[in-house]
């Protein structure tokens, strides 16, 4: 052989280990106290579907809340535009207030809206993670 | 116009975008590669490239034609933009990542098992997708024929020819690294001439937006018109121009009243008022609901939150996308605004969706500074054109490959590509006289009318069934389309039925939601069996995966 890697010891008389694969899932699995859950929320038991009822309601609920947020900050503009026209022709620094709320001021507010959404959403599923994997429940 | 870097600068961002392309197609290896970018990019690579997707033509040079035209009121069409990746985050992003579904028919066949349904999604991915691209070649053929003076056809052709071989060639893991750089570009090319306007106007002493004796022509001009339309006078004379027609104006002449645009500095300035303009109150909300529930049902749009690991991952790339999106709309109102101090004569000719494109040299002369900028704004709006076009293509293509051809093949993937930008590529050859803007707010109401209750309801609803999926489709999508097809086929109308047609999300999104839940109940027995199951995996938070 004309090229040969560094000696690493005496070579043979150490057998190399044996490769064993590492997969996630079984590492979870050695955690008992969540498996009962786990197989009653895979198996579609009452107390699965119950606890996944919640969650859906909860991220639902969560989720129309911030709409409702939306509709009535940004949806009640045009309306409040049209019975107020006055409102219309407020300038602040030499613009029209429709323009800064539309132009500027939405894009910011959308932002903040969907910050709070992904925090309060993941808070959501943090409370049904430690839900299901209490050991009693 | 005579700049000479306008050309060099569009063959440049063609170059760029084919050759990573290319770049991507070494990477590229497996089926997968092509279609999901084997699920492994980045997330803020991912929003980067979601955000270049999104932005197109409506956006680059739509929104600030429109403002030049029409004023406040348009704004809502940036507003709804952005707000749709809101939407879309709220009721969509993380549960239909979770489904493991690639496109919009995977996820009616997944959720309600019906391969009719799933037919029915097909067409409407393939019409929306169609409905859209178009309206993005013709940007292209506008902008080259007002830039370089090229034949409208060539613009439109040459964009459809790179685009479909990019896509046919490189797949979506090449599209992604070239979308994540055209999002940057097109902030680039309109972030930066922003600032010389701004100072130019400043040193022009601030000139007034809306002067109390109506908008003037700062410079001698000549208008060649393009759409037939009525002009008042300032002496009270009415004239009626057609196209070819030719105007003279001397510097400090005042712009005539144009037939269907705000001249007048109030109608501009000010929004609708109640009483004397319910419908164009009406067109307001209609508007609003058609950008802010459309954005979810864009098959382009949706086809990238399969690249996300998880749905974790897809809530947080939505959210950077809502903030890329957000920061970039900023900046096309400014353009309209300022093309009512600069280039007025378009309000004449009738090409404001060129605004964006001529503002530039308008405003700062053809010195080297007006044409270099004038060459990176062209290069941004050719970066919208390809890479929505891009995404769009891939997105109807892989529908195409897998449902119509019935082929998983990468060649059947090619076949597809070639067959979804052959068609719009005809289509634009016809229709050089649409409003950019408006076919796009079409083709966001049919999807707000069609993708969006059927998403919603199947993510959060166990009692949807396939019937009432499929005709809450059927009923809500369809009005939409038969009003797409009155507004683009069909006689002018005038008054209600006109408002009713040209923004119809008002009345066919309700309609659609009203019929999948009524339906749904009447059909109650027919709720898949596995409901239990396909809402387990939908809203499962990772850390429980089974």
């Known amino acids: ?51 996944v009822r919640g969650l859906v309601r909860a991220q639902l609920a969560l989720a129309l809340r911030l709409s409702l947020v939306v509709a009535i900050g940004l949806g009640g503009l045009p309306w409040l535009f049209a019975i107020a026209p006055s409102l ?50 | 116009m005579g700049n000479d870097f306008v050309v060099p600068a569009i063959v440049a961002v063609t170059l760029v975008t084919v050759g990573i392309g290319f770049y991507g197609l070494r990477l590229a290896r497996t089926t997968s590669d092509f279609l999901v970018a084997s699920r492994a990019i980045s997330p803020t690579w991912n929003a980067a490239a979601i955000g270049g997707e999104y932005l197109s033509a409506a956006s680059f040079l739509g929104i600030a034609g429109l403002v030049l035209k029409y004023g406040v009121d348009v704004l809502w069409y940036p507003v709804g933009f952005a707000a749709g990746y809101l939407a879309l985050l709220l009721f969509v992003a993380a549960p239909l ?74 797949g979506m893991r090449a599209i992604t690294f070239v979308q994540a750089f055209q999002y940057w570009l097109k902030l680039t090319a309109l972030a930066v001439p ?41 002496d009270g004379d009415i004239r009626e121009v057609r196209p070819g027609d030719e105007l003279t104006f001397a510097a400090g002449d005042p712009v005539p009243d144009v037939s269907g645009v705000a001249t007048d500095a109030n109608d501009w300035l000010l929004p609708s008022a109640a009483g004397d303009d319910d419908r164009g109150l009406f067109a307001t909300y209609s508007l609003i609901l058609a950008t802010f529930l459309g954005t979810m049902g864009l098959p382009h749009v949706l086809v990238r939150f399969y ?34 101090i600069y280039t007025p004569q378009l309000l004449l000719s009738g090409q404001t969706d060129a605004v964006v494109v001529l503002l530039p040299e308008a405003a700062l002369g053809d010195g080297l500074a007006g044409r270099l900028l004038a060459a990176l704004v062209a290069a941004g709006a050719f970066a919208a054109f390809l890479s929505t076009s891009s995404g769009l293509l891939t997105s109807v293509a892989g529908v195409i490959s897998t449902d119509v051809l019935g082929r998983g093949s990468v060649r059947g993937f090619r076949l597809a590509t070639v067959i979804a930008g052959g068609v719009p590529a005809v289509l634009s050859l016809h229709v050089s006289g649409l409003d950019v803007s408006q076919v796009v707010g079409l083709a966001f109401a049919v999807a707000a009318s069609s993708f969006c209750p059927l998403l919603v309801l199947g993510i959060w609803w166990r009692g949807l069934t396939d019937v009432g999926a499929t005709a ?12 797409v097809l009155v507004t683009v086929l069909g006689p002018p109308l005038s008054g209600w039925p006109a408002t009713l047609i040209a923004q119809p999300a008002a009345w066919t999104v309700p309609l659609a939601f009203t019929v999948m839940v009524v339906v749904s109940m009447a059909t109650r027995r027919r709720a898949p069996a596995d409901v239990a199951a396909t809402m387990l995996r939908l809203h499962t938070p990772e850390a429980l995966r089974m």
């Open chain 1, 1 to 51: 052989m004309a090229k040969q890697l560094p000696d690493v010891g005496s070579s043979g008389a150490v057998p190399p280990p044996r490769r064993s694969r590492i997969v996630l899932a079984e590492i979870t699995r050695q955690d008992t106290r969540a498996e009962r859950t786990r197989a009653e929320l895979a198996q579609q038991t009452q107390v699965g579907e119950a606890l």
């Open chain 1, 88 to 137: 219309g022709r407020t300038t602040i620094a030499g613009v029209n207030l429709p323009w800064l709320l539309l132009g500027v001021a939405s894009f910011p507010f959308l932002i903040g809206v969907g910050w709070a959404y992904v925090r309060l959403a993941e808070r959501n599923e943090q409370d049904f993670t430690d839900l299901v994997q209490r050991p009693e429940h």
């Open chain 2, 97 to 170: 990542r979770r489904s493991g579904a690639f496109t919009l028919p995977d996820f009616c066949e997944l959720r309600l098992g019906s391969r009719r349904l799933r037919i029915l999604a097909t067409a409407f991915v393939i019409f929306i997708g169609w409905l859209y691209l178009v309206p993005q070649l013709q940007g292209a053929g506008l902008t080259l024929a007002t830039v370089a003076g090229s034949p409208y056809p060539l613009g439109a052709l040459l964009v459809a020819a790179v685009v479909t071989a990019n896509v046919a060639l490189g």
């Open chain 2, 194 to 234: 922003v600032i010389f306007l701004a100072l130019q106007w400043q040193a022009d002493g601030r000139p007034a937006v809306t002067p109390p004796d109506g908008p003037t022509f700062r410079a001698a001009t000549t208008v060649v018109v393009e759409h037939r339309a009525t002009l008042t006078l300032p």
């Open chain 2, 307 to 340: 690249t996300n690991p998880d749905g974790a991952a897809a809530r947080r790339t939505t959210l950077v996308v809502l903030a890329l999106v957000g920061a970039f709309y900023l900046l096309p109102t400014l353009y309209g605004v300022l093309g009512r």
């Open chain 2, 472 to 483: 809450g489709v059927v009923a809500g999508g369809g009005a939409a389309i038969g009003a």
